[in-house]
C-alpha cells in the first residue's frame, strides 16, 4: 500500500510496504476499547496524510488535537499505545514511523 503526501507542494510517498501496515496499527487497540480503537485509526489516517514521506510527523500535540478535535488525553493514550508496540517514537517534538 502507498499513500501519497503533499507537503509544501512537494509530493511524496509514504510506502506502507516499508514500514508496519495499518492492520498492524489496528491490531495495537484490539484490547483497548472501541473509542480509542477509532480515535487510534483516526490518528494513523492524520498521520499518513500528514507526515513526511520518510514517515516523520513534524506537528505539536496541541496542533494535532485542535486538528483532530481529541482530546489531550486520548492522543497521548494513543500515542502511548503506539510507542508501547514500536510503531511509532517521539523525539524533540516529533513523531516517526518506525520502520521494520
Not at 473509542?35 to 513526511?52: D, P, Q, S, V, W
Request: proline share 1%; net charge positive; aromatic share 8%.
Amino acid at each position: 500500500m502507498v499513500i501519497s503526501v503533499k507537503r509544501n507542494s512537494d509530493y511524496g510517498t509514504l510506502s506502507l510496504s516499508d514500514t508496519k501496515t495499518i492492520d498492524v496499527w489496528k491490531e495495537c487497540f484490539s484490547s483497548e476499547s472501541e473509542r480509542i480503537a477509532e480515535l487510534g485509526e483516526k490518528f494513523m489516517r492524520y498521520f499518513m496524510k500528514n507526515a513526511t514521506k520518510e514517515g516523520v510527523l513534524f506537528k505539536t500535540i496541541k496542533e494535532i488535537t485542535g486538528e483532530l478535535n481529541m482530546p489531550h488525553q486520548t492522543l497521548s493514550k494513543i500515542l502511548k499505545t503506539l510507542e508501547d508496540q514500536k510503531i511509532i517514537y517521539r523525539r524533540n517534538g516529533i513523531i516517526g514511523l518506525w520502520k521494520e
